[in-house]
């Protein structure tokens, strides 16, 4: 089918004749820092209409697929959208032709636009109800103040209130003109893509220079009396996306992560008893990244769990992981991947957000191997950056 798009569709298939479903994973290199000024949510309020508008029959995208047994979704990111679905083999002519028809002729109106964004400011008002999604968010805005990347990605609901059908229609011709390409995992392609340009390919030069960044101040973090329970993002930049030295960041996440062999969940879970819920990642931006340690933990433990964070970086900028350490943490981060290529609907979103929605060359094997070459001077190095320059952001907070 044409497309109608001014920047070409890509196809990247991943065939693999045992499967029985087939997976698709639309990437659009667009998202919320796209948002007008004033406009903050445009592009995570056309997420939702893409899915659920109706099509020619009667029923949205997501409808239809699920009718046929299959599971949809979408996301929207900072940089990227993406829509996914999953269904049997076959049935992925039909559904590979509806999610080209979703997102390059949705049937906009003003009933719909204003249905779905109290959807949206229902699910704001539910995030923000959530400590462990704002103090997220605020963690990103210290990072990146006066930046499009500390904006929410769902967006401000006073800005989301004055998006028009005009600012909408505006907002899908550039989605439908940004880079994109479609992921299959499954047994074949779908004949409805054969058609498309297979591969990455390099991204047009930005018609808008990357914004720059403003020094970063920590913020002074004070936890309510009344809280019973607090969640605690520590974070700094970290190298942009495609950085050869971002691959010792993850690595550094892995040691400060959520598994058994990490060193921080033998100090603050095993030996001082302070979090059972925390986790570490690390994500590239085109300016720059987001190196983040999220804990839950009880106000009254908050600052001992700050401190032990602290410790552990500090030990690791001076004299790096020793040998069995680091053995684990690059051979959990490889796993990671492994596990993800082999379950289809993951491989396809994870090809799809690794490729930058196909402006990018990436494999599992070629990250895992720059992952098994990740040094201890190298991670070293990452955690005194990390150390010199981390924050702490807390929710709930004490009112100033």
Do not use: K
């Amino acid at each position: 089918m044409s497309l109608g798009t001014a920047a070409p569709m890509s196809l990247i298939p991943v065939v693999d004749e045992r499967l029985r479903t087939t997976s698709l994973c639309l990437a659009v290199a667009s998202g919320s820092r796209d948002d007008p000024d004033g406009l903050g949510g445009a592009a995570h309020l056309l997420e939702h209409l893409v899915m659920s508008l109706p099509l020619a029959g009667g029923a949205s995208f997501s409808e239809r697929v699920e009718r046929l047994g299959g599971r949809a979704n979408a996301e929207t990111g900072l940089e990227q959208m993406l829509y996914y679905a999953q269904v049997h083999a076959d049935d992925a002519d039909e559904a590979a032709t509806l999610l080209l028809r979703a997102f390059t002729a949705p049937g906009f109106t003003q009933s719909a636009l204003d249905d779905e964004r109290e959807v949206v400011l229902q699910e704001l008002a539910a995030a923000a109800a959530d400590p462990a999604d704002a103090v997220q968010d605020a963690v990103l805005a210290a990072l990146f103040p006066g930046h499009p990347l500390g904006r929410p990605v769902g967006g401000d609901p006073r800005q989301l209130r004055a998006v028009t059908l005009d600012d909408i229609r505006a907002a899908h011709a550039a989605l439908v003109n940004a880079p994109a390409a479609l992921t299959v995992v499954g047994p074949r392609i779908p004949g409805a893509l054969r058609g498309l340009p297979r591969g990455t390919r390099p991204a047009p030069a930005a018609a808008v220079p990357p914004a720059p960044l403003r020094p970063v101040s920590s913020p002074a973090f004070a936890l309510p009396a009344e809280a019973d329970y607090s969640w605690l993002c520590l974070g700094a930049r970290s190298p942009r996306a495609g950085s050869p030295l971002r691959p010792a960041y993850t690595v550094l996440a892995q040691l400060l992560g959520s598994s058994p062999s990490s060193l921080l969940y033998r100090a603050l879970r095993g030996e001082r008893q302070l979090s059972y819920a925390f986790q570490a990642w690390d994500r590239g931006y085109r300016e720059a990244g987001a190196w983040r340690v999220l804990i839950g933990t009880g106000p009254d433990q908050a600052g001992e769990a700050v401190e032990v964070v602290r410790g552990l970086l500090a030990r690791l900028a001076e004299r790096g992981p020793d040998a069995a350490d680091l053995q684990a943490a690059r051979r959990q981060a490889a796993m990671g991947l492994v596990l993800d290529a082999e379950e289809p609907m993951e491989r396809a979103r994870l090809t799809a957000d690794r490729t930058a929605a196909g402006t990018l060359p990436w494999s599992p094997e070629s990250e895992a191997a720059a992952l098994r070459a990740v040094t201890a001077d190298r991670v070293r190095a990452a955690a005194a950056d990390v150390a010199a320059h981390l924050l702490v952001t807390v929710r709930p907070e004490a009112q100033r």
